[in-house]
């Protein structure tokens, strides 16, 4: 498949890159995890459905939300 659009099946999303998540998830099933595609765009899935919908980001999109997080914007989000 060579056509990659937000809500397909996370597990259709063929890339040279893994599915990676944050080290201090739980191996419980309950993390977020991020691939990045082979045509820059990065992929982002739920690991309890991991054939469930994904969402699918510019490289500049997931830049602004790191940026953001390494700076606290969303620290409120996980209290």
Known sequence: MSEYTNGMAADLIEAKTPWVKARRSSNVGQCVEMRKMDDGRVAVR?????????????IQEIAAYLDGARNGEFDHMAI
């Open 46 to 58: 739920h690991s309890l459905d991991p054939s469930g919908p994904a969402l699918i980001f510019s």
